[in-house]
Structures are given as C-alpha cells and as structure tokens.
C-alpha cells in the first residue's frame, strides 16, 4: 500500500520504523512545522520529522490541517491509507482521501481515556492495565471502530514515562498487524461502547499540584502519573518543590503535608497513609533523593 504517516513526537517513531521496513511504502511523512524548543534555539524539527529525514523519506511540514493547498498535496500523492500516531485532529474532508481509511495508534484501551493524555490519566486514576488500540479515524475524537487492542499491566510503582516507552514499542508490533489486515482485507472491526468512554485531556501546571489532604494511594498515582512529565509539585518554604518518584509509605497518621524522616525514607503526611518521596527537586537545586534533600534541609518542613 501506499501510506502517508502523520506524527510528531517520539512515541511515533517505532511506528514509522517498523512501516518504513516493511513491505508497503510511505510515500511522505507530515508533522508540525519546525518551532524553537528553547527561548534563544534556532527552529528545529519535530523528532519524527527528524527519523523520517534520517531514513531518507519526504517529509511534509504543516501548520493548518484545514489549508486548501495542503489538502491539494495530500490529494495528490493518491494514498491508500493514512497511519497517525500522536498527531492533532484531521478535518473530515481529509480522512476522505485515501482509499482504504485513515487509522489511528492510540495509547489506552479505548473507549476509555480518549484525549491527549491517555497513559498519565490510566496511571493517575490507578489503573491496573492499559493498553493500545488501532482504530479508524472518524470526524469525532477517539471515536472510531476498533481494528485490534492489546493490553500490558501498569506495576504499582509505575510512571507514566516507564509505561509510555513500552507502549510505543507494542503499538508500533500491534500497528503493523493491523496495517498487513487492511491490505489483504481480512480485518474485523468492534464498534466503540461510547458510554463507557473516559476523557484523558490535556495537563497543564495547575493540573499537577498535589493536594496532600487525599489519601496516600491517590497522591502516590498522581505523582507517578506526572512523573516525568508534567510533574508533580507542591511548595515548601515558598519554593517550588517537584516530585519525581515516590512510593506507598507506612499506613500511620502523620499530619498533612508534614515532612518527617523514618530511617532511610523521607514520608509526607497525607489524609490517610503516607508517601515515600524517593526523588526530589527543589526549586533552583539539583533532582536528588529525599534523605539527601533531607540532609541539607532547615526549613519549616510541610509542603503545601
């Protein structure tokens, strides 16, 4: 078949590597236009744009999914099937251009955590697997008839960034079965149950600060879920204090949000339970565990 891959992250890259080897051909790869990743950088390429460069494939920049001459571009490379991974929404009148359908690589077990954050919400709400699911697209978000899922179990102490570099590994395996179905017209498709579908929005700063007047296994999700990306915080003395990685701490009752050392590990006081913060930034200091942050610490010692 021919194929127009749309992405823009890493997580896209297994996906188009493992296409790219195949026996069909990617005729071109879109992603965002090139932007500055820092304040005085110069403009630099989109990470898959970056792989679809170093592999040789021609690459599309885009800007407005819905301009007339990108449409005009997409029409003319006459596609059989368009494969998105990690892309922003496609105008309908787009998703009628290939012959075959436009599919798309998702990172939860649809219809729940449909959105822009579907691993840091599975692990943030505790659940116990996730998953990828290959679907077609369709003009509503998330929406599309299942082609194939695969689930993979989120262990207790997982973050967000050790269940993601899993996922983009099995979605890309699970991507190309279903792309080789298409081809020889021998997949089946599953409606989505819309009513048991869950929202996974974008998280911005306010989304990840941490109220310690929950109980501790809450408190222990969200922090893993926004580790290492977003991140958790809370402040302490003023400061911004960020959290990487914690741990279920002892079941005792310590007061909320008070900081206190118990051998080895440095606990928070939460509604019920206690938190093991295991790693630790504050603002303005290097990332370090809690017992060292704890070993140079004078301060009031509760984050809030």
Known sequence: MRIVFMGSPDFAIPSLEKLHQSDHEIISVVSNIDKRRGRRAKPSPTPLKAKALELGL???????????????????????????????????????????????????????????????????????????????????????NIIKQQTTPIGRNETTGEVYNRLKKMGSDLLVEAV??????????????????TPAPKLFKEDCKIDFDHPAEQIHNKIRGLSPFPTAWATLDGQKFNIYRSQLGPDKSVEVGKLVMEGEHLLVGCKRGT??????????????????????????????
């Open 58 to 144: 021609p690459v599309i920049g885009v800007e407005d999914l819905g301009a007339d001459d990108f449409y005009e571009e997409l029409k003319a490379l006459e596609a059989d099937l368009f494969v998105v991974v990690a892309f922003r929404i496609l105008p309908p009148r787009l998703l009628e251009l290939p012959s075959k359908g436009s599919v798309n690589l998702h990172a939860s077990l649809l219809p729940k955590y449909r959105g822009a954050a579907p691993i840091h919400w599975a692990v943030i709400e505790g659940e116990k697997q996730t998953g990828c699911s290959i679907f077609f697209l369709d003009e509503k978000v998330d929406t599309g």
């Open 180 to 197: 080789e179905e298409i081809d020889q017209d021998s997949y089946t498709t599953t409606p989505q149950n819309h009513e048991e579908a």
């Open 275 to 304: 938190v093991i913060l295991k790693k630790v930034q504050l603002q303005g200091k290097k990332r370090m565990s809690g017992k060292d942050f704890m070993n140079g610490y004078h301060g009031q010692g509760k984050l809030e």
